[in-house]
């Protein structure tokens, strides 16, 4: 990126404000990581095929077929924290360190106070977004989520299945934004520095504001990689997911300058670095 690109906003940390589109640079970069590392990128995506796959199995087989997709959205949600072995990866491949699965599965470990924190924010949201999910369809239906046959044959031709449908993706839509806001820089600023996660949050916030049009664009890319991952029986997944995480990566080091002292008074995120 050059210096005509980028317009620095001082904050705990500095904010980049992007004036082009970067999203197709950083899935490149992303899927470059991923052909370096193949045996790591498709251990850590081969782990959350299965792991979705025998959710959504489960859920079927005990006849609450109909909650696989807001399972599967709201398991998407936890994905930014259990990926940040792959950040390491993207680190590692960027300061020419030795590349090992073992070094990627203890990265946890930096600053794991804060990720942990981190990490019990977003599944506090995955179980909210759940009931919301079934109290949602026991408001418009009057009972409990049926099989998934009868949910695909009944609910979407019918009138409150409509209502439902689109009520649905709209709350949905906005868990997704929000989770996206607070995400989308927070975790890997968090392992690449010791960093609260309220400035870390309150930071990712600022990027994403910045930059709102990129962003947007950003999202609905990770949205459409996703969904078409989980198409696939998730087996798409073991490809998609370790792209974007390395291209997640690559979109914090664009995003987010070097750390530098200032005074937390003028942010009101509490303390920087």
């Avoid at 796959?53 to 807001?70: D, E, K, N, R, W």
């Avoid at 699965?101 to 981190?118: D, H, T, V």
């Avoid at 977004?129 to 609910?155: H, S, Y």
């Avoid at 291209?247 to 530098?260: E, I, K, Q």
Wanted: with cysteine; glycine share 10%.
């Amino acid at each position: 990126m050059t210096d005509s690109d980028v317009e620095a906003y001082r904050l705990p940390v500095g904010i980049n404000k992007i004036s082009v589109d970067r999203s197709g640079h950083w899935l490149a970069a992303g899927w470059q990581d991923f052909l370096r590392t193949p045996t790591i990128s498709l251990t850590y995506g081969g782990a959350f095929s299965v792991i979705s796959f025998i959710l959504s199995f489960g859920l079927i087989a005990s006849g609450l077929g109909s909650l696989v997709l807001p399972l599967a959205g709201g398991f998407i949600l936890l994905t930014p924290i259990l990926v940040v072995g792959l950040y390491d990866v993207s680190r590692r491949i960027e300061s020419g360190e030795d590349l090992t699965l073992s070094a990627s599965l203890s990265a946890f470990r930096r600053n794991i106070g804060q990720l942990s924190a981190m990490g019990v924010i977003l599944l506090v949201i995955w179980f909210v977004w759940i009931e919301v999910a079934i109290f949602l369809f026991a408001i418009v239906f009057n009972q409990a989520p049926p099989p998934l046959e009868n949910f695909l044959m009944e609910v979407p031709f019918t009138i409150p299945g409509a209502v439902l449908i689109c009520i649905g993706t709209l709350i949905g839509a906005g868990f997704a934004a929000a989770i996206f806001t607070v995400t989308a820089v927070s975790i890997p600023m968090m392992f690449d520095r010791p960093i609260d996660v309220v400035t870390a949050i309150g930071s990712s916030i600022l990027a994403v504001r910045a930059n709102w049009k990129v962003m947007f664009g950003w999202a609905a890319m990770v949205g459409v990689i996703t969904v078409c991952g989980i198409a696939t029986a998730c087996l798409g997944l073991a490809v998609a997911l370790p792209v974007l995480a390395y291209a997640t990566w690559h979109s914090y080091r664009d995003l987010v300058g070097a750390p530098h002292p200032i005074n937390p008074d003028e942010t009101g995120f509490g303390a920087g670095i």
